[in-house]
């Protein structure tokens, strides 16, 4: 279209829509302040509620846009003027300096199905994937408040034009979007939008949100190297091995949950040393170690547009035990495969709420309620007997990979060379595989833990009395730091020991403590006196042999807490020792200068498109689990709200930690807010934080666990959609009973 509209406010933008298009706008006005003197005639021409919107001229530049700074109030009754007058001022308030003095008087529009804001471009991004946020409901600012929590988010890749059937529902919003776009010859525009109660869009707002156009030969560029990644994961659903099932899911907080560990896009020198660390060896060597089922090797982690995914179902797989029958497997694997695509929510605790990977007391019964329809009650038997014969050998694995793990830390001494090939290969089979093994033992122990909470057998209570009585690397941390702080120890001692802890354990930019003093320092000061002895009420231990004589457990209640305690402080220091081996490669990475493409041929790992970050895709978007090629395309953002862990209400002030910088603030007495339940995070527990919120982390996580022993409410998990809400917020109430969280 010739005439294409110059900018000026929002107002002019819709006049130009209403005159060359056929899409429906409710009913509003443009008014000045003159406009005041006649209201009550005006009034009448609109419907008995409005909306008094923004209408800054500054909103809409086209160099650069303002969207969402300034005020739109409503809905208010059109008979109550003074309100209205009252209104009118409050936005024209929030203008600044501007001599557009204009606001829009708009009719409400009642009973609207859904709400929505479309943007032909991921907010913050230059990502080539249009984004519909929508909101089931008639709040019309449930959207754009931030308030609300129950949001839908689609993406559409901006190569498609028309929805598969299963996305149907947002054919409406694409056609609006798209018509828009069109129109205004400018491809980046935010449209708010609602669905009448008769289910017809209609348009309440449209303005630009920046100056850039669409790169066609970027969106043809991108297309092609997603139809390769597309390619790749064809080929990965063929390539079975010699395991059940089918390659067709893929996530990104399973098992070794890398978005977690690496974060969601990692750099080469963060995925290649993760890859080569656990996920393309290690990780089925531990399963085979550990008593499960034995298989040939085979790659756990994918990297897709350069995020790294986990194969859902080798993971599967690595859990069933030696006994079953074959065909038994293949029925199992089908059947979590299913479960898994029925509740995709689930895929960051696929161990504990997918497969039966552990004894957890009442797992026959647990079996005999799911499985019984899928294999046979001899085979369900067999599984239960294998699985307490693996948890019978858990004190032997950990003691025999607590010898490797301290043998190979007391060679990390200062004439070690980290960075060469067969030292990180040295890391790798005498630390990580050990760290691999107590890592699970931990995980297998709080799942028991749970277990005898959901059963009643102990309170909450108790339950965090048996993770506070756990005294492990960390619990001397914090006392040494306190003895520094007494100036009983020095602070270079406390460095020697504690030195190489850094927040993101694979990220090169993140400094450990003892290059960061000024944090350290402060970390010291906020340092408090430790309770040395924390004694376990006799109740307990009644209540726990109670339980295991009534259904015949084998264990008492003091083997069964001693080695609980002993496992989840060995997860502790078995991570303790590993990561002082990757933060020596770190540094050795950046004192010599080793090239991302020297550091792989160390790691025997081909330096090729299959496995290194592409440049060309740093903002496409992919989802955080891929059940199908649609989903490098288009797909439904999860609905996550999160795995809470504590009881009560807290309320406080949210503070934001990112890019995993160790920067000297104060923490105590806030909300602090993370990217991912890192291990490396760990030195924010030395302050006396409200609670943890974090994007990524599962209900068995390491900070769930941290956590809980501190005592500390936290909600990990929380999902993209949920953490960009809460993380731009100022301060959060959080009702941990009934696990829901408002932004105050």
Known sequence: MDDRINYGNKAKNLEFVANHTDIKIPYFRELSLKDLENINEILNDFSEEIMIRSNSSNEDLESSSN???????????????????????QVLSSYEKDANQTVILQDYVKNAKSVSVLTSFKVGTDSLYRSFSIYNGPETDAVTSGKYNQIKNFYVHRSINKLPNKYKEYSVYLKILTKLEDLFGNKHLDIEMVLDNNSSPLLLQVRPLMEKKVNKDLILTEKKIIEQNVKKYDSLKETTNDRFGINQLFSNMSDMNPAEMIGKKPDNVAFGLYKFMFTDSTWNIQRGEFGYRKYKPAKLMELFNNVAYINVNHSLNSFLTRSLQADSCEKIIQHQLEKLKENPQLHDSIEFNISRSSYVFDTEDEFAVEYKNIISPEEIQKWHQDLIEIDSLNKSTL???????????????????????ENIKFIRDNMALPFTHHSRLGFV?????????????????????????????????KSDAYQVKLGKKSLSSFLDIYGHIRAGNYNLSSSNLKNNLEFTELLVHNSEPQDENISLQKVIFSNIDKYFELNNIPYTASAWVEMFQTAIATRENSKFYYTKGIDGILNEIEEQNISDEELFQRLNIEFSQENKINLDLKNTLMPDLISSSDDFYLYEEMSKDGNYIGQGTVSGKVLLL????????????????????????DWIFNYKIKSLITQYGGPNSHMAIRCAEHNIPAILGVGENNFSMISTSQSLSI???NESFAIV
């Not at 969207?67 to 009252?86: F, H, M, N, Q, V």
């Not at 309170?459 to 941390?477: G, H």
């Open 67 to 89: 969207a969402g700074k300034y005020l739109s109030i409503g809905p208010i009754s059109k008979e109550r003027i003074e309100d209205i007058k009252e209104s009118w001022n």
């Open 399 to 421: 003691e025999k990979n607590n010898e490797t793990m301290l043998r190979a830390f007391s060679l990390l001494d200062g004439n070690f060379k980290y960075s060469k090939k």
């Open 445 to 477: 122990y709080f799942a028991q833990l749970n277990n005898l909470l959901r059963k009643d057998v102990i309170t909450e209570a108790q339950k965090n009395s048996l993770l506070l009585s756990v005294k492990s690397i960390s619990t001397k941390m």
């Open 735 to 737: 009702d941990f009973s």
């Open 658 to 681: 990112d890019n995993y910088s160790n920067q000297p603030y104060d923490l105590d007495n806030k909300i602090v807010v993370i990217p991912a339940a890192d291990p490396g995070w």
